[in-house]
């Protein structure tokens, strides 16, 4: 019976052990465009974007690159100023009822200052340009082949690595 | 028995919270209010985090206050309309953004040209970067721009502007987010209103009137001049910069003057690390570049 119970315990502790552990590789895209990338270096391709919210698993580090696994089998390397621990979460079941587990630990997302707070901001400040702001974010997005080719077509030769 | 479960549940539990506490993945420092929210649910732990601003916003928090810094300043100076001068500017500072340590922001960088004659420049949170006509007329080739693209990517890695804000307002919306706990409501508005405002407030204050500290100016510096030679430009373009700054550097003047420590200072806090080394010669299809696109402005 004692050593039964003990068996039991040490069973227990190991299971909660390991789905803390699991938990602790789980993190979550924390820019609105995840990029992957094939190698942990900024000049490798981006293989993928993941959006903000999407969980990930950690399944390997090399400085400051995360080898991440995300659902429906798409792998890569991401930066980590692109993911935060998984406890950015509000509590399992916060968001609307069968909404994907992505939801709802993204509860926190859009709290705080958001599109509200600064529609408030900005009724009151009048001297205040957003448009010009909306502009800037929206007129001027480059991809990393238009990057490759800039820097080749100035002769500038990046250093692998970066981003450390 | 009844003491050895006890025991063993304990022993569960501190592992449980010891692997939990194993991994700790924090880009920048941005300890983020959701976690001491849920774990702790105690005042004592938001009070705790709310130690240092800039590590209790999230990104998408910062980019937020980072538009309405750039929509404050752009109410001020107005943008330059030069589509092209403008597209080189984001290329250029994109290619450098990715090789930072913060690549990645909530909706990336963004680069724009103010329409004065004054010598400036502002981070704003995020990555929402501007530049003055008048410092790109202190850059003599594509390297030199790029040292001060790099110098303002610099402050956004750093989170200065976030820095800048009173502890006191954060605690603010921890208050709001606390009491909105695991609710599923939207944002009090009325509740954040006056946080955001002071703490727009508080960033622009310190950027456009009073400065950032030697030392943020310093390790703006520094992270420029490893932006550069990641990316493959000539680190020692920084300091080209700041010399044909040092010669306009009036001190009590109304631009830079103002709001940066005297450009010498600044060179030979930068040399300590990048020693002083011959100008590299830039090739003929850069320079041309630099020329056609920032030629007129």
């Not at chain 1, 995360?66 to 968001?95: C, D, F, Y």
């Not at chain 2, 306009?248 to 003057?257: N, S, T």
Request: hydrophobic fraction near 45%; glycine fraction near 10%; aromatic fraction near 6%.
């Amino acid at each position: 019976m004692r050593k039964c119970a003990i068996a039991a315990l040490a069973g227990l502790t190991v299971l909660l052990a390991s789905l803390a552990w699991a938990a602790a590789q789980a993190l979550i895209v924390q820019v609105r465009e995840g990029q992957l990338r094939r190698d942990p270096s900024f000049l490798s391709p981006v293989v993928g974007v993941l959006a903000f919210g999407t969980k990930v698993h950690n399944e390997e580090e090399r400085g400051s690159w995360i080898r991440v696994k995300a659902g429906e089998g798409q792998n890569g390397w991401m930066h980590l100023s692109a993911l935060t621990e998984k406890e950015i979460a509000l509590k399992p079941g916060a968001g609307p009822a069968g909404s994907s587990a992505s939801r709802e630990e993204m509860a926190l997302a859009g709290k705080g200052f958001n599109k509200d707070v600064e529609a408030d901001f900005k009724a009151k400040n009048k001297q205040t340009d957003f448009a010009a702001v909306d502009h800037m974010e929206k007129a001027y997005n480059y991809q990393a082949a238009e990057m490759e080719s800039f820097l080749k077509q100035g002769d500038v030769q990046p250093k692998e690595g970066g981003g450390q | 028995m009844r003491r050895a479960l006890v025991t063993a549940l304990i022993l569960a539990a501190v592992l449980v919270l010891g692997a939990a506490g194993v991994r700790e993945v924090s880009a920048i420092g941005f300890g983020d209010l959701g976690r001491a929210l849920e774990i702790g649910k105690s005042v004592v732990k938001v009070g705790k985090a709310a130690g240092k601003a800039a590590e209790d916003l999230t990104p998408e928090h910062e980019y937020y206050i980072g538009r309405a810094v750039a929509a404050t300043i752009l109410g001020k100076y107005k943008p330059l309309d030069n589509p092209a001068a403008n597209a080189y500017l984001n290329l250029l500072g994109q290619t450098l953004a990715r090789a930072s340590d913060r690549p990645q922001t909530f909706a990336g960088y963004h680069f724009a040209i103010m329409d004065t004659e004054e010598i400036n420049a502002f981070g704003c949170p995020g990555g929402l970067i501007l530049i003055s006509r008048g410092l790109l007329r202190c850059c003599a080739n594509e390297d030199q721009v790029a040292a001060v693209l790099a110098h303002e990517i610099g402050h956004v890695v750093k989170a200065h502007g976030l820095a800048s804000i009173q502890q006191s307002r954060i605690l603010d919306v921890a208050g709001v987010l606390f009491q909105e706990g695991a609710s599923h409501a939207g944002g009090n508005v009325a509740a954040l209103s006056g946080a955001f405002a002071g703490s727009i407030g508080d960033i622009t204050k310190t950027m456009m009137v009073n400065g950032y500290s030697r030392g943020q100016e310093g390790e703006a510096d520094l992270e420029a001049a490893t932006i550069l030679g990641r990316v493959g430009y000539d680190p020692q373009a920084i300091c080209q910069v700041l010399a044909t700054m040092a010669h306009r550097y009036k001190p009590g003047g109304a631009d830079f003057a103002k709001t940066h420590p005297n450009p010498a200072d600044r060179i030979a806090a930068l040399q300590e690390k990048f020693p002083p080394a011959p100008a590299a010669q830039a090739p003929p299809e850069r320079l041309a570049r630099w020329q056609q696109a920032l030629g007129q402005v």
